[in-house]
């Protein structure tokens, strides 16, 4: 058996619904000592430090890092640019640093090219898992247990920097599961980037008819459930879109595709044709997603 | 003050969730003597039975509305040409028949073939509700409570006709709205038909990626939210989008522009212009969507 995880300074940086519940539940795991935090607004941080989600607060990462066992980014991901090229020269030799961002690839390239000599020590990560909501304020400990958190480590990747980011996550309840980025970010281009560019384009193809109040008043849970994810940030998702644009149209295309097949089975008048695809679609659901439903009931990526 | 509404018999054609909810609803209101309920199998009738959705039961359609004041055609929308060639012979001349069809367009025209002189006494009706259960044991009295019921009477019918079937309706604990038939198949196609045929598409189409077990366990809250109408009957979706074929085919193509649209400016890496579009469609579900989605938790179409 392992000798028990131990982490002496972790630094948050982005202390939202992410990094403040990463934070919440090390600290319940008694797996770290020290939490900084490190935000960009003020009533963010006297939020996190009123919670106790951090012990301290800084608007400066450069500094927070410089006695850092652990850094954890959790900004959105255009910020990683500016943190890691500020972060980068005051790294001690034995931080670990990872992220927690929606896409890998991107963040990878990223912090090739701005951790510089730093790079070995950076764990690729992604918690799969969040709700609606934002802020500090938002932050449980519970957030990631059963969750899937995937790590995208790299050839250059250190294995102690992994194997610690691996148990921090495990500490926090999570199924930590390895991937190569590219796969990482053409599974999530299919199974939520594309649900969410669907919700957009259709709520707002809806809005664009004729008397949308009239037709949004006589539409029934089908909409609803489907429009759900059309109330997500359009600027995070916008951003994502753009960071894994080429997976995100691969499977973009595959949808056009099967959606091409259901238009001419309908023009056709094809009934048998439509119900063997319907049929296809609902095993799918049955055999793959009910049972993890169950599992997962309200919590939302 | 209009004098109470008193309706002697009640007969059900299709005793399921939507036909035996119908009749529960109004027994509980005290506006109806007795109840028939005709079906094909005897398990479902015993069910009704049983449970006393129904006073007694019937498997012949012709024989069963010989003495009925109001007829519910609550069959899948395939049977109503055999169900009504059936009973109108048979009918009373004062009897009212009504229906509870997805599709309003196609049973018109099947009433103005099959009813022949009864066809001024018919009223064209669409219950907005339902949940993904069926049958005579998923029936409860208060699935039509706060919902919309659409009515979308013809030139031909009998203004007291439309008018008995609003109260009974309205009995239910339903908001009764009227309909040009052509707007309602148009609005339900956008709100409704199409968010089945997506759900449909998206899940066929990751079930024929590669390793469809590892993506969808992978996925989180919004593919499982929209995935959920994938649930839904194939036979009775495939009749229903073959039934409304020219309404969904258009609101398809809207949707499909939409799509497009993200498509141009994902490839473009175009963040600017998606977050625009998001932000429409996010305003759009807000002001439209959100309210309505409070008052309606649970309840599914």
Same mark, same amino acid.
């Given at each position: 058996m392992p000798a028990r995880l131990k982490i002496g300074k972790l630094v948050v940086i982005g202390v939202g619904l992410i990094g403040g519940s990463f934070a919440l539940a090390l600290r319940r795991a008694r797996v770290v000592k020290r939490i900084a935090g490190v935000g960009r607004t003020r009533r963010n941080l006297a939020d996190a430090l009123k919670l106790k989600v951090i012990d301290e607060a800084s608007r400066e990462p450069a500094r927070a890092v410089r006695d850092a066992d652990l850094v954890l #980014? $959790? %900004? !959105? +991901? /255009?910020q990683m640019p500016a943190v890691m090229m500020a972060i980068a020269p005051h790294l001690p030799a034995h931080a670990v640093v990872t992220d927690a961002g929606s896409t890998k690839g991107d963040v990878i390239a990223c912090a090739r090219r =701005?951790? /510089?000599? *730093?790079f070995a020590r950076f764990v690729p990560a992604h918690p799969i898992a969040g709700t609606e909501k934002s802020g500090a %304020?938002? $932050? +449980?400990?519970? #957030? =990631? *247990? /059963?969750r899937n958190v995937i790590l995208t480590p790299? !050839?250059? %990747?250190?294995a102690s920097a992994t194997r610690l980011v691996q148990r921090a996550w495990e500490s926090c309840g999570a199924r930590v599961t390895r991937l190569d980025a590219q796969e990482h970010d053409a599974i999530l281009a299919a199974v939520s980037h594309l649900p969410h560019v669907i919700a957009f384009a259709l709520v707002g193809m809806l809005a664009r008819r004729r008397n949308p109040g009239r037709l949004f008043g006589l539409s029934a849970g089908g909409l609803r459930d489907t429009a759900r994810? $059309? /109330?997500?940030s359009p600027e995070m998702w916008a951003d994502i879109c753009v960071a894994n644009r080429d997976a995100l149209l691969a499977a973009l295309e595959d949808y056009e595709n099967a959606l091409e097949e259901m238009r001419a089975a309908i023009e056709q008048s094809d009934a048998t044709a439509l119900r063997g695809m319907f049929e296809q679609a609902r095993g799918a659901r049955e055999k793959w997603l009910v049972k993890k439903q169950d599992r997962a009931d309200g919590i939302e990526d």
């Open positions: #980014l $959790a %900004t !959105p +991901v /255009g =701005f951790l /510089g000599g *730093r %304020t938002a $932050a +449980v400990p519970e #957030l =990631f *247990r /059963g790299q !050839p250059e %990747t250190a994810i $059309a /109330g997500s």
